[in-house]
């Protein structure tokens, strides 16, 4: 290891950062399907999306043909303060696994927000305050989403009005303390604000709310408020187009040692860090630059591409968006609780779900107890305390990593490393104490989810 | 500041990362006094203290003359893990309080205890496992600490026993929780597991603990236990030739872009970080070569520098330690309960306390309420979250910047950021609330606690 030229961490300097963001829909033969008006079943137009989403995300959203969009300096200064992230040799796993890959992770936690979602909330932010908005609201569930939004709207001061499912918000108050510390308002949700708030809360009075429902508020409450508008931390393809800093940091760093990936993994839950983190990558295996095998990875309890058709559907469950075709599981599926809060959508970004459906990416569901055996045996050896979420990708390198213990084969495994756990010890405590359990979903239940899908001609 | 030569945040190469510890009592020309028996009041010689700590961290606490130890091999890999820590511009901090300085920041919170305390955890494991112990003991507190050595001991496969104060135990499960994924076996202290702990238990029913309670039962336990040492975190002098690393590497990494610091501040409870942080440049200093002011702060609840007196105490307030020299509140002197659990401690380094009393160091003590301030301020700016420790130095480098905007000096200030704040979000929760009080000591009280200092010839 002494002679090891690659160093156990690599980061790129400042004027090495990427200035552009990659598209890699550009380069894509089939082109992810577009958005469509729910009533309509019309494409949606920048007209339809106006009143929800800020002009230039618009763009950024609809562009299926521009490969580069360039990353304005206001957000590069941003990107300064907490980037690069660095790209990390695993020594120690490989050590500890006596496996024959050289394993890499690109590790996005070293930012308050504790994971990579600052790399589009910035970029939404921004765009915000240049249209002269005032502020803008958005959903958070296991709070990451909501930090990373605090946090760019303090930088841009700009309000953010935060919707947090009420369970969490009551669970996890130290999320909720980050979020008030940079200047967010923060709701739990159903609340009172808001017509479709009332409507729930009336319906079902001592709800601890849902995902679903803090969505439709975060959007009611955007678009009937004067100079706001509605942000989304994953799912859309304008938050995978800012997540593909990651990838191009990643193959930055690569190329500098002339290393070249033979597998890249990531989890996925809206797709967004796992799209940006191969998007390169995927774009030179396109091209035929590349030869390297991609792999999802999700939850077994929420098995998007495993078990779920390729099909029309709503990004909510209160059925209000524009339908996306996509890897879904139904807007209605209602994936059992697990602590991986971040894995927990039904469906899966369009660019990934056509790239799967091309078979140009394969996904792996995993049981939720494998993935914090991983997690812990990843932390005693490499230091870092991994997120619930990230540890899904920790689990496939490992079982890729064991393979080549057994073939011999010198692999070059990468994968992304999302987020840091410090806000999931609760998790970590069921997991020491025995009390985790692993929740599928029968066909049954698929079954009847699938039945409500939308029928689009 | 497009401009600008000096990028947001310098990262050493790995192989410009240091190879040597210094020892900053080397090159002083009134050494720090002596470590006390505290019987016969005489220097403690390498056999007094052999059943209680490593040999090797021994010589290292005994030594004032060697001016470098050499960083083993195996200590420097686990280095390369989380280090290089970068040295960060604060250009958005500058630009905020539009003042000409120029302020720097060391970030030592990029690792998963989330401060310094593995700089030194690490070491401590390190020689444990050379000299073939099976195990160490310590106490923690706010649990930085207690982390540190849990991953510290997980990497060397090194049994690691903790005593964790009660009320901390019970109100900070997630850091138990993470030095469990660690491996780590976390008591709550005051047990039953010593005899030092049942007899307080039996005098004090019900109490919830103190540090001074589980380092008397840490110490218990180790010198009773075939195989084990304990080991600490701060005060001793070993803690801060580990904690050199931090100013060597700022030093480096300032020399290779020509800055030279004006004012260099730190927080300062032990004093192991803020001495690791100005050794090389104290060193300087010493040798007529830099020309720096440098200024520890403390909270005023707890002002050990600049209300405290200069003379042997006990380390611990079960008063079964040595006697060290030192700014002293006095042994038996209790806080007031505060956010910044890591500088509750009576006395100072040794070290750092004869620079103080040779006027090459100043102090200033400072309320909890205007840290807090700071930290919010720093937060949303630099998007970093600091902890309530940290923020101490937050408060006087910000009041140091804000004095050059009115004399328009553009001083170069450098600061220590020990840590982040994740784990103390019930702190900032009651900032937020506006239920922060502040404490200080009366006269009295800190005249009853000086009078009980022994007396030394």
Redesign the interface.
């Known amino acids: ?2 002679n090891e030229q690659i ?3 690599i ?1 790129l ?2 004027q090495e950062l990427p200035k552009y963001w990659y598209n890699l829909r550009a380069d894509m033969k089939n082109k992810p399907a577009p958005l469509l008006n729910p009533v309509t079943h019309r494409p949606m137009t920048k007209q339809d999306l106006a009143g929800v989403f800020c002009e230039e995300l618009i763009e950024q959203e609809l562009d299926d043909t521009t490969p580069y969009f360039a990353i304005p ?1 206001e957000i590069g ?2 990107y ?3 980037r690069p992230a660095p790209l ?1 040799r695993a ?2 796993l490989e050590k500890y696994l006596q496996t024959p890959a050289k394993i890499y992770y690109k590790f996005e936690g ?3 927000s ?1 994971s990579h979602k600052l790399n589009s909330a910035i970029a939404q932010a921004y765009y915000a305050k240049k249209q002269g908005l005032l502020g803008v609201t958005t959903e958070t569930g296991a709070g990451q989403w909501g930090t990373a939004l605090s ?1 760019a709207c ?2 841009f001061d700009l309000d953010c009005k935060v919707y947090m499912v009420k369970c969490s918000y009551e669970q996890k ?2 999320r909720r ?2 979020m ?4 967010a308002s923060i709701t739990p949700s159903p609340s009172t604000e808001t017509e479709v708030g009332k409507k729930i809360l009336a319906e079902h009075p001592g709800t601890t709310g849902s995902l679903g429902c803090a969505i439709s508020e975060a959007v009611e409450k955007a678009s009937k408020t004067e100079g706001y508008r509605y942000v989304l931390g994953s799912v859309l393809n304008q938050v995978m187009l800012h997540q593909s800093i990651i990838g191009l940091e990643t193959k930055t760093a690569m190329d500098k040692y002339g290393i070249k990936p033979d597998v890249i993994i990531g989890c996925a839950g809206g797709g967004s860090n796992l799209g940006g983190l191969i998007a390169p990558f995927m774009g030179d295996r396109i091209k035929g630059k590349l030869d390297c095998q991609f792999i999802a990875v999700e939850p077994a309890s929420c098995p998007s591409f495993t078990r779920g058709k390729f099909a029309y559907d709503y990004c909510d469950t209160g059925m209000v968006t524009p339908l996306a075709k996509m890897c879904t599981l139904g807007s209605g599926f209602i994936p059992a609780p697990s602590h991986s809060g971040g894995l927990r959508y039904h469906g899966m970004n369009s660019t990934l779900s056509q790239l799967y459906a091309d078979g140009l990416m394969e996904a792996r569901a995993v049981l939720q107890t494998e993935v914090f055996d991983a997690a ?1 045996q990843f ?7 991994p997120a619930p979420e990230s540890s899904h990708a920790i689990r496939v390198a490992i079982d890729e990593a064991l393979k080549c213990r057994e073939t011999g084969e010198e692999k070059t495994i990468l994968f992304g490393l999302t987020g ?1 756990g ?2 999931d ?2 998790a ?2 069921k997991y ?1 104490d025995g009390k985790m359990s692993d929740d599928i979903p029968t066909d049954e239940e698929l079954e009847k989810a699938f039945a409500k899908l939308p029928h689009v001609e």
């Open positions: 290891m002494a160093p156990y961490k980061y300097d400042e300096e200064n941003f300064k303060m907490y990390v020594y120690c070293n930012n308050t504790g946090m303090s930088y108050p130290f303390e980050v008030r510390t940079y200047g812990v932390a005693r050896v490499e230091g870092t305390l840091t410090y806000f010890m609760y970590y405590e020491h």
